[in-house]
């Protein structure tokens, strides 16, 4: 039988993280297991190329969450990275750390020590931004921020100028002193190339010798002995191994995957885990609940000046932007299509709550996944609400760890929710009204003339997911009410946390992978400070 210190399960966002700061000292020897293989990958590395790995299932769990009633009966694809870097692989890039009131939240939650102040202080560790203020004060982390805003499209400076039209302030950086405003934004890519976690943590680690990776292996069972997690089983092809963690096994699957990797191993709410004939190892309720998601509506315009999809759409302006991009990493496809993105308030709003989104390019997304760029210049404006209310849920469908979860978002099923989705889309009118996108708008939807009522109507009919999974094994004040303490450890098991989206107590603003890599780096110090304590022998303490 295998033996190491620590077994991370997944090398995503936060398996990435707490592999390198984990093996960082050469005093413990850890197992890192991730269920795909490689990310050495041209469209992976492509800043512009997550077009292409949206929906390869080489690369991507490719999930449909089950009819949405909140969405009219829609089943939404949600992907989800199967590969060395995990989503950070194949996401838009997007660097946003979420906003203060987001992290005191979590404090209020029960994950107490996770306040703004806290928190803000790891972020400056891991980053480094180029061209960043001085005022902010240097910056030599491992993430690798990148101001991309002189390579973005010319047609984005229209985006901007509409933001000042319609009241809001157009900012430097939504990572600095002010966090409220529209942006140029900030991306995780690095001379051209995307800069993932594995780029930033895990590459670097694979020199030590006390790491080991597998890949292309999927963890099907968390080991259990007496109430302590002493190691996991998983296949690698048609070969089963165990492995022994002498001292903890970190879950960092994600939020769809963790909750189904607890519930397959007999943690989880009891009557489900019967329903599926697993022994129930610990009765926790809160395994799976608590979904929650970002949903954005978007709209498409034709545009009376070029974009992007004078180049990308059309097969010879493909080839042109493919061979530029060979030749000097530069043009279209070095830079991710959210250009320009910020926090704005509502009308109702004390603080910001919502994102806005606008990329100079129009294009479809199919059900399955596939995206279709229109072949004449068009633009698309995207609003999403912020901090969500809605709580859905994740239950294994099987005993097989091969199957499938459920995937139950309950969009919409609030109120508050049902509010916020009518603001997005009047902040969208708002946009689409001023004078500097009415100068560039040739055709579109006419959003002007929409009703409160047409406006949410619209939503449930088109909104779809921003990939923010999260909350599913969420941070808490007792096992009543949540899956893990402050301390990331699951409640009623030793030697068990689970570390990454699907820990955060409530969703934060904006995009997730900077509060996963920030979350991933304080779990590790709380689970080096824990290493005082005796190594297990034998499945005891």
Known sequence: MEAYDFIVVGAGSAGCVLADRLSASGRHKVLLIEAGGSDRRFWIKVPLGYGKTYDDPSLNWCYTAKPDAGLANRAAFWPRGRVIGGSSSINAMAYLQGLPHDFDDWETAGATGWNWQSVSATYSQLETFENRCETEGPSFGQVHVSDVGARMHPFSAHFLQAAQQAGWPVVDDLNGAIREGVVRLRCTVKNGRRWSAADAFLRPALKRQNLRVVSNALVERIVLQNGVATGVEYSQGTRRVQAMARREVIISAGAINSPQLLQLSGIGPAE???????????????????????????????????????????????IATGLQYLLTRAGPLSVPINQVSGFVRSDQGQRADLQIYCNPMSYAVRAGGKTDVAANAGFLICVQPCRPTSRGEVAITSADPNAAPDIRPYSLSTNEDCGLAIAAGRAAQKLADTPAIRSVLRDGPDIAAMSDNDLLADFQARASSIYHASCTCRMGASAKSSVLDARLRVHGVSGLRVIDASSFPNVTSGNTNAPVMMLAARGAEMILQDTAQPIRQGGAV
Not at 295 to 301: D, H, K, N, T, V
Request: proline residues 6%.
């Open 272 to 318: 489900l885990m019967q329903r599926h004939g697993i022994k129930v190892q610990v009765n926790l309720p809160q395994v799976g609940q608590g979904l929650q998601d970002h949903l954005g509506i978007s709209y498409q315009f034709a545009a009376t000046e070029p974009t992007l999809n004078n180049r990308l759409g059309s097969w010879p302006g493909k």
